[in-house]
């Protein structure tokens, strides 16, 4: 019959604790679930019935926490932190020291916001993880009598920001440019509104990761793509490598809007761009179609978009990939595409 490893003892052991202390508060129901995206366990406000008023919960155990400093640290993988990002329930993580039955809380959504990390979560060129900061004060059993009910009932400002956030959105997949221009509007002006700050460009970041899909078919995407644009075309030469990163990767794969920026970069700043070594940086990721067009551009450095795709003469094969354009007028798909029209016939050849 298998045995528990130790790492399973004590994450077991930390689950109990966290649900005995929900139990024996008076407002919370708990419930386990065992299959939900790195979800162990729902709670749910009720004072003196249900009323549909929930919090996520993923718990970390570990036999010992160090409290030496204001604030301890725990990894979490960028994936559940996206999927932190675009839940619409709060999501809480504890954390238990199981020889104390300690247990301490961080409202991840408002960790994520306030700490400026959302962009940094849809980057995994360097890293698949990102640490999250746990304040020493931040006592589960005591948030259950008050800050995590507020969370849980909506009355804070970090949900009123999520709720614009979504309206926003469902108004943008509506096609009512109205409403949602008034409310991005509205929520800009909490971020920076110095055009020639490096802060500025984590802001547009944000912004088009939230348009996502959206950012190509309506006008508040038309207009965040330009912005985006021009600050790079004026300010490009603040970027880093970081920046770059941000703006194009997604997971496993690529923004078509981030490649379509770089290409911006490379034609205003072409030795800037060459500078941040983004061929060594992104030369290992998933998606190589990326390594390649750094490749290219930097091969043919100070060539404007699209004279390096349109001479027949240059040599667009990096290892064993290379494009092919040879059945399409490659200046009318660029047209509409932008440099990220190379995403779509670059093939692996023999």
Same mark, same amino acid.
């Given at each position: ?7 399973q ?19 919370? !129901? ?28 993923? !718990? ?27 839940? =619409?329930?709060?999501?809480?993580? !504890? ?21 400026g ?39 804070n ?12 959105? $469902? ?15 509205? $929520?800009?002006?909490? @971020?920076?509104?110095?055009i020639s ?9 944000? @912004? ?29 030469n603040k ?9 194009? !990767? =997604?997971?496993?794969?690529?923004? =078509?809007?981030?490649?379509?920026a770089?290409g ?6 072409p030795?800037?761009a ?19 067009y750094?490749?290219?551009r930097e091969?043919y ?6 004279s ?28 509409? =595409? ?13």
């Open positions: 019959m298998p045995k528990q490893t130790r790492p003892k004590i994450g077991s052991l930390g689950h109990s604790i966290v649900q005995e202390q929900i139990t024996r508060s008076k407002f919370w !129901i708990a419930r386990n679930l065992n299959e939900d995206f790195g979800i162990d366990i729902e709670l749910e406000f009720a004072p003196e019935e249900v009323e549909g008023k929930f919090v996520k919960a993923q !718990i970390k155990s570990h036999e010992k926490v160090s409290t030496n400093s204001d604030f301890f640290s725990e990894p979490l993988p960028k994936s559940f932190l996206r999927y932190v990002h675009e839940c =619409r329930i709060p999501i809480i993580l !504890i954390i238990v020291s199981t020889n104390e039955s300690k247990t301490w809380f961080v409202w991840l959504q408002k960790w994520l916001f306030d700490s990390n959302i962009s940094n979560i849809y980057d995994e060129s360097e890293s698949k993880t990102l640490s999250v900061q746990v304040h020493i004060n931040s006592d589960f059993v005591v948030g259950l009598q008050n800050e995590i009910i507020s969370i849980a009932t909506w009355e400002k970090t949900q009123l920001y999520i709720a614009l956030r979504d309206l926003a959105n $469902l108004s943008l997949h509506l096609y009512n440019d109205v409403l949602a221009k008034l409310l991005f509007d509205y $929520l800009e002006t909490c @971020k920076s509104d110095c700050d490096a802060n500025y460009f984590d802001t547009i970041i944000e @912004k088009v990761i939230a348009l996502g899909s959206r950012i190509w078919a309506t006008h508040e995407g038309n207009e965040t793509t330009q912005l985006l644009f021009k600050f790079i075309r004026e300010f490009g970027l880093n490598a970081t920046h770059i990163s941000k703006l194009i !990767i =997604r997971g496993t794969d690529c923004s =078509r809007t981030g490649i379509n770089l911006i970069l490379y034609d205003n700043f030795k800037h060459e500078s941040l070594n983004l061929v060594k940086k992104f030369e290992n990721f998933s998606d190589p179609r990326l390594h390649f750094c490749t290219i091969r450095l100070g060539l404007k978009s699209p390096w795709l349109l001479n027949e003469k240059n040599d667009l094969t990096v290892g064993k990939l290379k494009v092919d354009f040879s059945i399409i007028d490659v200046y009318d798909k660029w047209i509409t =595409r932008g440099d990220s029209v190379i995403l779509d016939y670059v093939y692996e050849c023999e």
